[in-house]
């Protein structure tokens, strides 16, 4: 398998935007064409969880193609619901890994505010398993579920798992990209509505427009993609044995590490699919940098902060930086790009060699890993 | 790059159908386990255009995975439009060929007779360039465009155009699994509805349900995967230099026939995009298996029937199988396949080493075709 590199990332401001699909599309994807300082492409990989949904768009991976002005490049859309921009970069990947395409433009992108809240929530809950949301299942109460067992199992209480959002708001503040740039404290957090105890809306990611971009090559750059890693679990939540972690993860983690030749304690700054604040405690357990109940403890002592010894969502996350559903995936690879590099423009480590994105399709029904490695 | 061969089909039986989405898939997808033996794969592709629009389905790819027992599997949706199972297939001929999959299941579907006729026309016009559309242009109205100036080029007449719609269902009513299984005359043709001028329904395929799916393997098997080619084209019809030959196709068809390293004077059998009569005949030039013009003349000679001298849509084509749009791409494959290994329960030609499809996603910005080869 041959090697693949990064060679150009790009990504809009997240929030309510009042600009088109494909205009952010377009913008995210001409600051990777630019940044890569390549103007052809033998093939464009286009991401989006519910288009025609949200927008009534189709055809989407041709229509961005033509635009671009990069007819007549292979395109196609990839879909896996809220990891749909990850599972994008592995359809990349394999197609510069095969050799049959040296150079792709990978390109994410949701609008998700043009349609009534109600509307938005009705899209997203049609992503879990159709038994269950007969019974009146949503996402949030799902993920409410899953988070009161960890919270029995390993004594998170909600005054602690408000870190998060306060952890993630504090970083998206710094963030000129993120959807929200306020810091919040804990209070805060504690006094927001509650949509599903006990996940309050301050526990839950924003609905929110974005887009971004990356270009892959067969050509060495500054960041190589060491490894990914992908698996699916059961649609049904109720016929898993495991509510507090998410095989899927696990699976998918394990794969990135042996792909990657490397382990957990080699990573040195990580973005987790935070759509709800007690999923970035379940997510950085299963990917394996803290033991069961160990995310809790770190979070608490400050490991995960920005300046801590291993910072998590230091871009603000999918909590403040946005979650625009299909492209979460990917804007978790752009932020690590950015922290690798040195130029992301919020405070982040330096000098780090591995960083890792998680990225959760569904209730955890199709998660992706991936993990990338600076060359210095 | 590696290798990549076809060691099972599967296929349901096309038409209007009471079963489920999920069901017809699922029964593809087992007749395919059964045929190559395997029971576990490193991935899973599933291609849809639209099952949101037509049935309100989402997270297609994580269901059936888990419905076909192959959790924890890398699973994700790829569309194109209407060449979706041909970009499937492509997608999942780079996840082999890396080397990063040993095999892959791509399975594809679509039901699309749920909805009102007028529902599904609207779906499918959304995939044409949105500026035409708000002019009134439907997909059988640029394909009738297309299908005029073919005409006042190279002298075809409506009485000619409509030897394909005779030829493929003089074909289908031979094949168990065609939609359309009786045969019609030029007078039948003649004396069909107008939807736009000079296409008349029997010029058109039907709105149709069905699966296919096929599973892809590093291991040599009787059929190897010898080259394919995928390009786009221009959204806006007004745009393009060409009204009777789509560049899409052209490119598409150089880049298989490159990597196949044979020419189209190899070709023994083709299955070509007809969702139109005319664009049987127009594909036919456009992979290069006739001049210009010459498709015509291949159709009134008799050439392309299932005992001349090039077979054109032995199976029945899109115009007598059906088309139920995300499936048809990959059906196209399974039907090669079922020619090249003799294995096809409709008159088709024996002892043929290779054999192409040509797949055309919206209106032809999306084209893809594949060139399979027996191997004796």
């Known amino acids: 398998m041959k090697n693949v590199w990064i060679a150009g990332i790009g990504m809009t401001k997240f929030g ?7 205009d952010m599309i377009l913008e995210a994807a001409r600051i990777a064409l630019v940044d890569s300082g390549y103007d052809d492409f033998d093939a464009v990989y286009v991401g989006a969880m519910h288009p025609e949904g949200f927008l009534g768009t189709s055809n989407l991976a041709s229509v961005i193609t033509d635009y671009l002005g990069l007819v007549p490049a292979p395109a196609m859309r990839v879909e896996s619901a809220s990891s749909t921009g990850a599972a994008l970069f592995t359809a990349g990947f394999h197609a510069v890994a095969s050799g049959d395409c040296r150079r792709v433009l990978i390109i994410a992108g949701e609008v998700m505010t043009r349609v009534p809240t109600s509307k938005a929530t009705h899209i997203l809950s049609q992503v879990i398993d159709g038994d269950e949301r007969r019974h009146g299942a949503t996402m949030p109460a799902l993920a409410a579920l899953s988070t009161r067992r960890y919270m029995v199992e390993y004594g998170l209480t909600s005054r602690e798992l408000a870190l998060v959002a306060v952890k ?6 710094r963030n ?16 927001s509505k509650l949509i599903c105890d006990p996940l309050r809306l301050y526990d839950c990611s924003p609905i929110s427009d974005g887009a971004a971009a990356v270009v892959l090559t067969d050509t060495p750059s500054a960041i190589r993609v060491a490894g990914f890693g992908q698996a699916t679990d059961l649609i049904s939540v109720q016929m898993r044995s495991d509510l507090t972690h998410f095989t899927s993860t696990r699976i998918a983690a394990e794969r990135a590490f042996k792909m990657a030749g490397i382990s957990p304690a080699d990573i040195g700054t990580a973005e987790i699919h935070d759509a709800f604040t007690s999923f970035e405690i379940i997510g950085s357990e299963d990917v394996g940098l803290f033991p069961p109940g160990g995310g809790r403890r770190a979070l608490i002592d400050g490991i995960t902060q920005h300046d801590g010894r291993l910072p998590i969502n230091a871009s603000g996350g999918l909590k403040a930086r946005g979650h625009p559903v299909g492209t979460s995936g ?16 919020y405070p982040h480590p330096q000098g780090v060699r591995y960083g890792l994105t998680q990225s959760v399709g569904g209730l955890a029904t199709n998660n992706l890993v ?3 490695e600076a060359i210095r």
Chains 1, 2 share one sequence.
Not at 16 to 22: G, M, N
Not at 168 to 173: F, L, S
Not at 180 to 191: L, R
């Open 330 to 345: 990917l804007a978790q690879v752009v932020e690590i790009v950015l922290q690798l590099t040195g130029k992301a423009q």
């Open 370 to 372: 991936t993990i990338m």
């Open 168 to 173: 993630n708001h504090a970083n998206g503040a």
């Open 16 to 22: 309510r935007r009042k600009d088109s699909l494909e």
């Open 176 to 191: 000129p990209y993120a959807h929200f740039q306020k810091e919040i404290t804990i209070e805060d957090v504690m006094s």
